[in-house]
């Protein structure tokens, strides 16, 4: 498989700018608004992970750490230029040979101060393209059930969801359900999905 695009194009509708790209470095300015955009978001339910932040040295720390994995790869939001979410497209551990063709999609969050302006669904859909040019033919994801917005946004991209864990988290002493959800991102041959030939 080829590597992966080191950008993603700026989205083309009117309003406030909105970009997306893949990153392998940061510039200061950039990790301290990722960091803040990250608290931030944790503060207000989280969703990807952490239930109380961590601190930004901390998140610092975790998000230079996953530029250094080989099967992360990191993708930003930016606003009007200012990083304000971010979302990880995973790649299989190299062993696993028989899952080698599906990616998963992790650790997605916009800050509260960013939402509704079409960022997630921006990010989403370019992550999504990445992997579908990486070859990948299915992107996985999961999401407690308490994540509307998440659901939502992910329904509305045809996400299928085939599963649900009900001891998938545990969020201020409550557990929590999980939804799993994949989308096939390759068009088949109707012959390989089972069709008749018309
Ligand atoms: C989910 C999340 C990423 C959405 O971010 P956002 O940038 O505001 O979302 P968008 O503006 O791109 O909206 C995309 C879609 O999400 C859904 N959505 C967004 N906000 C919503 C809300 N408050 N209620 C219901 N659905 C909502 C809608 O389907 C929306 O599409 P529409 O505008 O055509 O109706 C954001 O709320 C978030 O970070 N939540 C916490 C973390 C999380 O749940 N991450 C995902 C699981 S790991």
Redesign the pocket.
């Known amino acids: 498989m080829s590597d992966l695009p080191a950008e993603t194009r700026p989205a083309s509708s009117p309003g406030p700018l909105r970009a997306v790209e893949r990153v392998e470095e940061f510039s200061d300015d950039d990790l301290h608004a990722l960091c803040e955009a990250t608290h931030a978001?944790i503060i207000?339910?989280?969703?990807?992970g952490w239930v109380a932040p961590p601190g930004h040295r901390a998140l610092e720390s975790y998000f230079r750490g996953v530029l250094l994995v080989p099967e992360r790869a990191l993708f930003l939001a930016r606003l009007n230029g200012v990083v304000v979410?971010a979302a990880q497209l995973v790649r299989p551990p190299r062993n696993n040979e028989a899952q080698a063709f599906a990616a998963s999609l992790?650790?997605?969050?916009?800050?509260p101060y960013?939402?509704?302006?079409?960022?997630?669904?921006?990010?989403t859909v370019e992550v999504e393209e990445a992997a579908r040019a990486l070859g990948y033919q299915v992107l996985n994801?999961d999401?407690?059930e308490t994540?509307?917005?998440?659901l939502?946004?992910y329904e509305?991209l045809g996400f299928v969801r085939w599963g649900v864990h009900p001891a998938y988290a545990r969020v201020d002493g409550r557990t929590v359900r999980g939804f799993y959800y994949y989308k096939l991102l390759q068009t088949q041959p109707a012959r390989e999905r089972g069709e008749a030939a018309a």
């Open positions: 978001a207000e339910g989280g969703g990807f979410g992790m650790h997605s969050f916009v800050a960013a939402r509704g302006h079409g960022m997630a669904r921006l990010l994801l999401v407690r994540q509307a917005a998440a939502r946004l509305s």
